[in-house]
Each structure stands twice: as structure tokens, then as C-alpha cells.
T-cell receptor, first 113, second 110 residues
């Protein structure tokens, strides 16, 4: 069965320092993987996606993620945090059934001035 | 202006009343989805539809109903049978695995 684990429920960084949000997945086949961001009381916005092409995926707002099959990981990074990055981030894996997604429990990113 | 719209943004109802949440998309996507989000939790799938006039139960369908009479519309009814309906409801549409989300409706039942 497909599953996804976000290793940190909260991450706090200072503005201008690197961001690392960790995600491990489990899948019985080659999955598609996604990161979404959600600002308070808003819908989810797609940051980036991996669909079996390049293992280093670049997304919007300077975020990127690297697919590591040997480690079953898909960590999200950004070189320098901005105050506007403060939000909830969800790691998502494709399910067995076409069209279905499996969501992690989320990581809340706090950016300190 | 393409996208997914959900209305209303905030909704208040008395316990025992049914309530219908609207979701419309003009992205020409085949699939549409309803999710529920509770504080500190990820999204849980309520119902999804891959084509018009067809829909499937998700992981937490009890107490909810949907219809898909048009490609653009996928309304969700929260019935009085739903034990704990207060939550943030998100609608999405997509093709294959990629999904795009609406702004959400926050439902409060007292």
C-alpha cells in the first residue's frame, strides 16, 4: 500500500537560512510525488511534482525536491527562507488507483524575522 | 479567469440540517474530488468522480452525498447523519494524478 510520512510536524527557521522539510514514502511501484503548500484558510497550491523524469525537481518560489529511490525520500528544500514561506506543506504520493492521492499529515513552517 | 471556485467561504448551520457546498471548475478536467481537513491533520478523501454521472466513495464517505450531473460541477451535501461535520472542506479537480484545489469552505455546525 502507498503511504507517506512527514517526519516533522513543525519546522522553525530564521529568514534567509535554508529550509529542509522531510518526507519519506512507501510504494509498491514507481510513484508520482508532489509537494503542496497551504497558507492559512486557503486552498492547496502545487509547489512541484516528480513523475519519473529528472530526480531533482524544481518548483515555484525557489523550492526544489530530490527523489531518492534508495532512501524512499522526497525532501523539500529552499536555499533561503522568506517570511512569505510561512505556511503548511504537504507531501503527497500517488495511490494505486488512478487519480487518487495519499496526503501526509503536513509540516508547519515558521519563519522567524 | 480559469480555476476552481467554492462557495460560500464560510457556512454556519444548526445541527440536524443538511447543507450543500458548491464546487465549480472551468479547467475542463475530467476528475473532481472532495476532501475534508481537520486542524493539525492532512486531507482525507470524501468522494471523487472521474466522469460525469459517476462517482466513488473515498475514505470517509459516511454522512456525505454528491452528484456529478455536469463536468464543471461537483456539489457536496453534508447530511445530518454526519456525526462531526464542522471542518474545512476542499474541492479539487484534475487530470491523472495532478490536482488543483479551490479556496475551501469552512463549515461550522452548532
Amino acid at each position: 500500500a502507498q503511504s507517506v510520512t512527514q517526519l516533522d510536524s513543525h519546522v522553525s527557521v530564521s529568514e534567509g537560512t535554508p529550509v529542509l522539510l522531510r518526507c519519506n514514502y512507501s510504494s509498491s511501484y514507481s510513484p508520482s510525488l508532489f509537494w503542496y503548500v497551504q497558507h492559512p484558510n486557503k486552498g492547496l497550491q502545487l509547489l512541484l511534482k516528480y513523475t519519473s523524469a529528472a530526480t531533482l525537481v524544481k518548483g515555484i518560489n525557489g523550492f526544489e525536491a530530490e527523489f531518492k529511490k534508495s532512501e524512499t525520500s522526497f525532501h523539500l528544500t529552499k536555499p533561503s527562507a522568506h517570511m512569505s514561506d510561512a505556511a503548511e506543506y504537504f507531501c503527497v504520493v500517488s495511490g494505486i488507483s488512478s487519480y487518487k492521492l495519499i496526503f501526509g499529515s503536513g509540516t508547519r513552517l515558521l519563519v522567524r524575522p | 479567469d480559469g480555476g476552481i471556485t467554492q462557495s460560500p467561504k464560510y457556512l454556519f448551520r444548526k445541527e440536524g440540517q443538511n447543507v450543500t457546498l458548491s464546487c465549480e471548475q472551468n479547467l475542463n478536467h475530467d476528475a473532481m474530488y472532495w476532501y475534508r481537513q481537520d486542524p493539525g491533520q492532512g486531507l482525507r478523501l470524501i468522494y471523487y468522480s472521474q466522469i460525469v454521472n459517476d462517482f466513488q466513495k473515498g475514505d470517509i464517505a459516511e454522512g456525505y452525498s454528491v452528484s456529478r450531473e455536469k463536468k464543471e460541477s461537483f456539489p457536496l451535501t453534508v447530511t445530518s447523519a454526519q456525526k462531526n461535520p464542522t471542518a474545512f472542506y476542499l474541492c479539487a479537480s484534475g487530470q491523472k494524478y495532478e490536482q488543483y484545489f479551490g479556496p475551501g469552505t469552512r463549515l461550522t455546525v452548532t
